[in-house]
């Protein structure tokens, strides 16, 4: 029997999650993975973690946030086998000026306390922030951030400070006017936010989606020298030549992939076979 087989046939896997991201996330695992079902886990309290609205500060970094969740959802659950996802927004390596969606996702197996996980960065999650001290400036800034279809939040600064109301899931044109007028009146602006949390926000949603794809893929990878599940890209290898004048550049020319179970690593070139820079990225030619 293959360690994938050993690993997850027959069995359910809970997502850790009170946001909805069973849906983007079940489908993806359950194609990849020889799993029975996938489940949301019910009564999971996971804003205790952290909370996009600034009410609750994620104490620890993403990864290890998102392992506390899956071992809380085992605790909570009595499910051996639980999956759970932390997105943070951060400024974007190559251009910091942007702003990027970094989400992982860590699984977690109670049954012998190991456990696996995935990064992906991405741009396309609509995000935003910004003080409003009129409804319609509220409303341009609704309609930037692809309201309704995403939803908004709004409280009375921008740092969430004690004693400050936080209206969340607002997807109503009527109840965001509402609610804005209301914190305009009493502090006299009002901070209008993306609500960034999964099910308010289809595009984050969407790259969750994606996450969860990558993953599976990855855990459905068998090590060729050991046979262990999740062999996986551990390291960017830089150096693509410029296609004008051969120099090494910042360009990805190989991946490096490693088994965390026995070591072994595999130098595999780009799956685009891309074999050249342009020009314009040459510290060479375009210094």
Known sequence: ????????????????????????????????????ACIAIPDLD????????????????????ALHKAKHGAEHSGHALVIASEGSFVPYPPAPFITCDEEWLVLYDARDGR????????LETVAGGASCATL??????????????????????????????????????????????????????????????????PTRMGVIRTTAERFARELANPCPACGELHFTVA???????????GMPTEGVRAYKRRCEACGHTVLEPRPDGRMAEAPMHCANCNP
């Open 235 to 245: 390291e960017v290898v830089p150096g693509l030549p410029c296609g004008l004048c």
């Open 115 to 122: 456990s696996w996980a995935h990064r992906h960065v991405a």
């Open 136 to 201: 319609a400036e509220v409303r341009a800034f609704a309609q930037r951030m692809r309201f309704p279809s995403h939803g908004l939040v709004l409280k009375p600064h921008a740092h969430w400070r004690a004693g400050d109301a936080v209206v969340k899931g607002l997807a109503d044109g009527a109840a965001l006017e509402d609610a804005a007028a209301k914190v305009i009146e009493r502090h006299g602006a009002v901070w209008v936010e993306s609500d960034l949390r999964a099910m308010m926000n």
């Open 1 to 36: 029997m293959s360690a994938l087989q050993q690993r997850f046939a027959g069995r359910t896997l809970a997502v850790a999650t009170m946001h909805g991201k069973e849906e983007a996330i079940g489908p993806a695992m359950l194609q990849q993975l020889p799993l029975a």
């Open 46 to 65: 996971t804003d205790r973690f952290g909370a996009f609205s600034g009410e609750v500060l994620r104490g620890t970094d993403p990864r290890t946030a």
